[in-house]
Nanobody, 123 residues
Framework: QVQLVEFGGGSVQAGGSLRLSCVAS????????MAWFRQTPGKEREFVAG????????HYADSVKGRFSISRDNPKSTVYLQMNSLKPADTAVYYC????????????????WGQGTQVTVSS
């Protein structure tokens, strides 16, 4: 059983930056593909960014390409999401997720989820 805990949410003005962290425990972190999703009230949870368990390949939603960057530190069992040039549209609860396969943008492929952390971007 893998447990995921997110850190780093908060409030920031448009154009600012935040870095989210997700610490995993209870499993072999390097064997899991990791991703960040986000959700706003009344909307489905959407894929933001993902990193495969093998190698350094990453993928991003079109809405965050060039602004967000996902990285992982396997010895620390941690995945990060660096968010730059934030916009009010980025306001959401951000969730960390883990899966043993490679269907990065497929929500149903993820076995483990964190509790979420709120990110609020004001104009």
């Amino acid at each position: 059983q893998v447990q995921l805990v997110e850190f780093g949410g908060g409030s920031v003005q448009a154009g600012g930056s935040l870095r989210l962290s997700c610490v995993a425990s209870g499993g072999t972190f390097s064997r899991y593909s990791m991703a960040w999703f986000r959700q706003t009230p009344g909307k489905e949870r959407e894929f933001v960014a993902g990193a495969y368990w093998a190698g350094g390949t990453t993928h991003y939603a079109d809405s965050v390409k060039g602004r967000f960057s996902i990285s992982r530190d396997n010895p620390k069992s941690t995945v990060y999401l660096q968010m730059n040039s934030l916009k009010p549209a980025d306001t959401a609860v951000y969730y960390c997720a883990a899966q043993q396969f490679s269907f990065l943008s497929t929500l149903s492929a993820y076995d483990y989820w964190g509790q979420g952390t709120q990110v609020t971007v004001s104009s």
